[in-house]
């Protein structure tokens, strides 16, 4: 597969923008060669500059659960924006997505839109901080909640340990904020509640993780997040990624979470920007304009992101049915990718949560971020680069989720396994 066009654009981008990218994972890093600049999508389906089609496991990363384009969608944002695009005033389309988000979390009284899961995140701990005027977090090896300073944290060696920014440019003592536990490690954390619980303020988490691959909670690690509450500390479930995408009413429906807080992005934007928190009406209400808790946004509630994330959302309300569908054909990517990996003798483990799924090369189980990272990424590398030329096209790193949208059925599955066995 040729793509001279790619190759010129890429080379011209990293003259202007850093590494050529608006963000780092674009740029093949992890996998090296030149990204394919994308300029169509349709369904499962993309096309680059250089007119080469690919069958997208990516989906910007998690929001096209319809695929690309999709009809009623595009109806609908080109409805809107023929009214104008933004006013800085309320519109009546963030109550009806208010009104939608309330009806996949019945939980969430109120609901605060902002415009990157980023925002949404760090606008929660914020929230947390503020309401319980506690100031320690708590967060897991591997999982992401966005670039915000307090979150760009990872563990050091040891079960518990202070923060350690894992950036440049994050202030050590504001790192120190942040208390970093292994995920799916009940015990440290039930430990953790013992020693500090009353000085934290909220714990964040993934409640099935996509950023570090997939990596399933266990019941036991789950019921100890939920010991967190007898502390007065607010779970805080991210479910910027899950939200509408493993269910409805995403991981909280799926796995029976009660969490205070809830943040969602990605497929509530319906590839547009927005993002969203929420939770009970007595902690929300702190936020201004009627508490003290302070967040704003020029751009937030917009009504283009709105439009999109509603004809979105009602879309998914109106189909049931597509979730059984992203299941089925979910289970049949896993089984075929497992069957032809074990024909040829490759050590892997396959996690998947309905139509979020990570392929890693190393014995199983991989149940944490020290075990994700036990994974070939030598032979990631080749099994990426072998689909690509292939037309398919699959995350540029291992310790990412691939995603299914509706669009996705059994030709796709087909076609992604004739991929992987040629290439192999
Ligand atoms: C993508 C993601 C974020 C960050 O969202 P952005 O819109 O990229 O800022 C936060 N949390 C989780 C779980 C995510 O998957």
Redesign the pocket.
Same mark, same amino acid.
């Given at each position: 597969m040729e793509r001279p066009l790619s190759e010129g654009l890429f080379a011209e981008a990293q003259k202007h923008i850093p590494g050529g990218v608006s963000?780092p994972v674009r740029a093949f890093k992890a996998v090296g060669g030149t990204p394919p600049f994308l300029v169509r999508g349709e369904g499962a389906y993309v096309w680059d500059a250089d007119g080469n089609r690919y069958l997208d496991y990516v989906l910007s990363?998690?929001p096209l659960i319809l695929g690309h384009a999709h009809p009623e969608v595009v109806r609908r944002i080109q409805e809107v924006a023929a009214q104008g695009f933004t006013f800085g005033a309320p519109h009546p389309l963030e109550v009806e997505l208010a009104k939608a988000v309330k009806r996949a979390y019945p939980a969430l009284e109120l609901v605060r839109f902002v415009s990157?899961? #980023?925002?949404?995140?760090m606008s929660a701990l914020r929230l947390a901080r503020g309401y319980t005027g506690r100031p320690y977090i708590v967060k897991f090896r591997g999982?992401?909640?966005?670039?915000a300073d307090g979150l760009l944290v990872e563990a050091g060696s040891g079960a518990l340990t202070l923060g350690v920014p894992s950036s440049a440019g994050v202030p050590r003592e504001y790192a120190r904020l942040t208390l970093v536990l292994e995920y799916n490690d009940p015990e440290a954390l039930r430990a953790l509640l013992k020693e500090r619980g009353e000085e934290i303020a909220a714990i964040i988490f993934?409640p099935v993780v996509?950023?570090a691959g997939v990596l399933i909670p266990t019941e036991e690690f789950l019921e100890a997040l939920h010991q967190a509450r007898e502390y007065g500390i607010l779970l805080i479930a991210?479910?910027?990624? #899950?939200g509408f995408r493993l269910a409805f009413g995403g991981a909280t429906e799926r796995l029976g979470l009660k969490p205070d807080l809830v943040?969602l992005?990605?497929i509530l934007g319906g590839g547009l920007?927005a993002?969203a928190y929420g939770g009970r009406r007595e902690v929300m209400e702190k936020v201004a304009p009627l508490g003290p808790v302070y967040q704003a946004g020029t751009l937030s509630g917009n009504p283009l992101a709105m439009a999109a994330g509603l004809a979105t959302l009602e879309i998914l309300e109106k189909n049931p049915d597509y979730y059984a569908r992203l299941e089925e054909v979910g289970a049949k990517l896993e089984a075929g990718l497992k069957a032809i990996l074990s024909r040829k003798g490759i050590p892997h483990a396959v996690n998947r949560v309905g139509s979020m799924l990570t392929v890693f090369f190393t014995e199983g189980p991989v149940r944490t971020f020290a075990e994700a990272k036990r994974t070939d990424t030598e032979l990631f590398r080749r099994f990426f680069h072998g689909l690509l030329d292939q037309g398919v096209y699959w995350p540029p790193s291992n310790f990412e989720a691939a995603f299914l949208s509706i669009l996705h059925g059994e030709e796709e599955v087909a076609m992604t396994l004739e991929a992987l066995a040629k290439a192999l």
């Open positions: 963000s990363w998690g990157s899961g #980023t925002e949404a995140t999982n992401y909640h966005g670039h993934e996509g950023n991210d479910e910027v990624m #899950t943040t992005g990605k920007p993002a």
